[in-house]
């Protein structure tokens, strides 16, 4: 099993942390002088701190599993530097909010799957990561389901909104059974061998052909459509959202609607 110094949260995660919650701060009291930057941060911050959770749950699941190998390629520090590619855990899901909207983490922590024994945990180590989107979003609509937004500042109710459809749509995705992506890590285990070898050379492309597919506009209104109803049934309005969104988009200029509705 990985030793204590191999399980010590990374400094540089510990200040992803305390910069969103600086970022929160200052949308929740408005005390930032350019509240727009502040929501980015926030919501930023937050994403890369739930991204750098999915990926702990993937590592922390294949260490009872049978690979013991996980702490020491660093993973269980929720040191986002430590993944195998930066670039697809970190800088593309960032640039996909950026650009889309769209919270999808990308793959990172290399398991050695030979180390591991039954098809049920191969399964489970998967399903670990979405399942991790899932708890954060129940957690970031608390306030709404809760009937507790009585006293929370409209600018952080609506940051959070929109915090909430990153996770929504990461979990969405994320279960889906598309090779590269964790539903197909899932069922993968229970498929033939052939099946699996054929599907192998374009698995790392899965994740690319998905984002892609959302910018088809019939494709992408049915899954906006399946998300938003998933955050009315948390008691999460679309405009909500939609002015998280516009705010986080900062440099854009603040959408009247959004500045008259709050």
């Not at 599993?65 to 960032?94: C, E, F, M, Q, R």
């Not at 909010?97 to 290399?110: H, S």
Request: hydrophobic share 55%.
């Amino acid at each position: 099993m990985a030793g204590a110094a191999q399980q010590r949260i990374s400094p540089v995660f510990l200040g992803i942390a305390a910069v969103t919650a600086v970022a929160g701060w200052g949308v929740w009291t408005d005390f930032a002088a350019q509240p727009g930057f502040a929501t980015f941060l926030f919501v930023t911050g937050a994403w890369v701190v739930s991204l750098c959770l999915h990926e702990y749950a993937h590592a922390r699941t294949a260490l009872h599993s049978g690979d013991i190998s996980i702490g020491a390629k660093g993973y269980l520090t929720l040191n986002p530097l430590k993944y195998t590619h930066a670039l697809l855990s970190i800088v593309l899901p960032v640039l996909f909010v950026i650009m889309g909207g769209i919270g999808l983490p990308g793959g990172a922590v290399f398991i050695e799957r030979g180390r591991i024994r039954g098809r049920w945990r191969h399964s489970l180590i998967s399903a670990a990561g979405p399942l991790t989107n899932v708890l954060f979003a129940l957690v970031c609509t608390a306030p709404f389901w809760l009937h507790a937004l009585d006293g929370v500042p409209p600018a952080f109710r609506n940051a959070l909104g929109f915090l909430a459809l990153l996770q929504v749509t990461a979990a969405i995705l994320n279960f889906l059974p598309v090779p590269g992506l964790d539903g197909y890590g899932v069922i993968e285990p229970w498929l033939s061998y052939s099946v699996r070898r054929s599907v192998e050379p374009i698995a790392p492309f899965g994740l690319i052909a998905v984002f892609a597919l959302l910018w088809i506009p019939e494709l992408n209104a049915v899954f906006f459509d399946a998300v938003y109803a998933v955050l009315r049934s948390l008691g999460v309005h679309r405009f909500w959202v939609d002015c998280g969104l516009d705010a986080y988009r900062f440099w854009q200029g603040a959408s009247p609607v959004c500045a008259i509705g709050g």
